[in-house]
């Protein structure tokens, strides 16, 4: 049974960093392709970056250059390091495998 748990969300101001970590048992995070989603209230769901097996990192545009993803294979976690917050990065951020198996969760807001 693949379980994903998400956590490092909080409370950031404009402009500064948060460090997302998904840990995954059930699957090994470097046989599969793992990625970052959000979900903004009253907004749909959106990709926001995901690694492939080989190690290509994908990002959305909104993104780029602010975010980055990686994974610990010996922790069998992947990460998504934040900086440069703004507040319309307000938004559940999701831990994928595959786009099937979904995390729960972990809120991020960016607020003054």
């Known amino acids: 049974q693949v379980q994903l748990v998400e956590s490092g969300g909080g409370l950031v101001q404009p402009g500064g960093s948060l460090k997302l970590s998904c840990a995954a048992s059930?699957?090994?995070?470097?046989?599969?392709?793992m990625g970052w989603y959000r979900q903004a209230p009253g907004k749909q769901r959106e990709m926001v970056a995901y690694i492939t097996r080989g190690g290509i990192a994908i990002y959305a545009d909104s993104v780029k250059g602010r975010f980055t993803i990686s994974r610990d294979n010996a922790k069998n976690t992947v990460y998504l390091q934040m900086n440069g917050l703004k507040p319309e990065d307000t938004a559940v951020y999701l831990c994928?495998?595959?786009?099937?198996?979904w995390g729960q969760g972990t809120q991020v807001t960016v607020s003054s």
């Open positions: 994928t495998a595959n786009s099937r198996d």
């Open positions: 059930g699957l090994i995070v470097s046989m599969n392709v």
